[in-house]
């Protein structure tokens, strides 16, 4: 029991990587508020949680006012809060952009697997509106500013807590498919960095998480060839599952990591070595 009798916030907990982190943050005897944009999905990880243990509360982390009245709700029912997890995010924001890139996908990943010479060009930058960029950086890097901010708060009032943030290898190393999505990883990375020098006085640990592929709904948009690529590329030969994820996160987030604050953990499964 990694975490008992410690309160967590798991972002985007809905699916994929941050219901596996609710799930096994419960299992280690937290308690859990699910947050997720949809109110369905957030209800269907909490019914899998044992009665009593976990709570959903639906708000878009892009929205500040949304993240401040979740939080003022954890205060009024929950308590405090010991564990953030900022997790909510988006692989594509919709629309033609999306339809551009994907519309690209087949012709380059086939070329790249067959060595042939590159001719279909990405040129994702070059058409990209301001909306698409704007949604992109609101959810992963405004999100991850406004609940740390209001966690805080509250972590402050008791100089202990632990807040780990899911950026990517995308913000390790880039993303030709998504420039924005990279843009906005690799900025979860610089503020999890300065806001752990930040607050370490008070004993707040900040860390980060960079994922490699893993088989998540977030991927279901894809053509089935990006998938052959990411196995290709990964060095393990596969995809990794949201539970790996999710022992990652626990790590960061329990007293075993108590002097880890200021880092980035990849399980990725060999795909980048840095
Ligand atoms: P997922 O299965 O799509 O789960 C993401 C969840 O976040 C969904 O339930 C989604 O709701 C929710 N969400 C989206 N926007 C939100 C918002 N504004 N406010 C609150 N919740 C919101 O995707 P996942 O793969 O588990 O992704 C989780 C995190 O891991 C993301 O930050 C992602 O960028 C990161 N990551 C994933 C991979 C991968 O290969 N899967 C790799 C590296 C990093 P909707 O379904 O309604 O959008």
Same mark, same amino acid.
């Given at each position: 029991m990694k975490l008992e009798g410690k309160i967590a916030l798991v972002t985007g907990a809905g699916s994929g990587i941050g219901r596996a982190i609710a799930l096994r943050f419960a299992a280690e005897g937290a308690r859990v508020v699910v947050n997720d944009v949809r109110k369905d999905t957030a209800e269907r990880t909490v019914a899998a949680i044992p009665a009593?243990?976990?709570? /959903?509360?639906?708000a878009d982390v892009a929205d500040s006012a949304q993240v401040r009245a979740m939080f003022e709700e954890v205060d009024g029912t929950v308590g405090g809060l010991d564990v953030l997890v900022n997790n909510a995010g988006i692989g594509d924001v919709g629309g033609p952009d999306r339809d551009r890139a994907l519309g690209k996908v087949e012709a380059r990943v086939g070329e790249m697997l067959s060595g042939r010479p590159v001719t279909a060009?990405?040129?994702i930058t070059q058409a990209m509106s301001d909306e698409t960029w704007r949604r992109m950086l609101a959810v992963h890097l405004d999100g991850t500013f406004y609940c740390t901010r209001e966690a805080l708060r509250r972590m402050s009032r008791v100089n202990r807590g632990a807040i780990v943030s899911i950026s990517s290898v995308a913000g390790l190393v880039g993303m030709e498919l998504a420039p924005?999505?990279?843009? /906005?990883?690799?900025?979860?990375?610089?503020?999890t960095r300065s806001v752990a020098r930040e607050v370490a006085s008070r004993g707040i640990r900040v860390n980060a998480v960079c994922p490699g592929w893993i088989d998540t709904p977030l991927l279901d948009p894809l053509p089935p060839l990006v998938r052959t690529l990411a196995q290709r590329q990964t060095p393990l030969g596969r995809l990794g599952s949201p539970e790996e994820i999710a022992a990652a996160v626990l790590f960061l987030a329990s007293d075993e990591a108590s002097f880890v604050t200021g880092?980035?953990?990849?399980p990725n499964g060999g795909?980048?070595?840095i």
């Open positions: 009593g243990q976990a709570r /959903a509360i639906v060009h990405w040129d924005h999505y990279g843009a /906005a990883k690799a900025g979860i990375l610089g503020f880092q980035w953990l990849s795909l980048v070595t």
